[in-house]
């Protein structure tokens, strides 16, 4: 086969070079100042930041929903339901709304 035939690799780049680029990219730095601060070509440094940023994970949303009651508001129902167990969910409602956390009842009532 001949030369022009053959698909055309590109060159590897050293594993110290990945390692001296790849943190400076991600404090920020700009690819023009990398290679210049390095002394490498532009066209050098910007295939070793696309491969590094193919190979980082992907950030994945969070499984499931939400929770509404934070913990902050889970446990200051726990403290009032202790001070005071007869206390109703319109009650509890209320003294929620004060706290700056309105929640309805079918909220309250599944964390009691």
């Known amino acids: 086969m001949s030369e022009q035939n ?3 690799r590109s060159k590897e780049f050293s594993v110290e070079l990945r390692d001296r680029i ?3 990219h991600r404090s920020g730095e700009g690819y023009k100042n990398i290679s210049a601060a390095l002394k490498v070509p532009k066209n050098t440094v910007t295939p070793i930041i696309l491969k590094f940023k193919n190979l980082e994970p ?6 499931g929903r939400p929770a509404k009651l934070r913990n902050r508001g889970r446990m200051a129902l726990v403290r009032e ?6 206390v109703t969910l319109t009650e509890f409602q209320s003294s929620f709304v004060e706290m700056g956390e309105p929640y309805r009842r079918t909220t309250i009532s599944p964390a009691l």
């Open 6 to 8: 053959q698909a055309m």
């Open 81 to 86: 339901v202790t001070k005071n167990p007869m």
């Open 22 to 24: 790849v943190p400076r």
């Open 58 to 63: 992907p950030r994945l949303p969070r499984a």
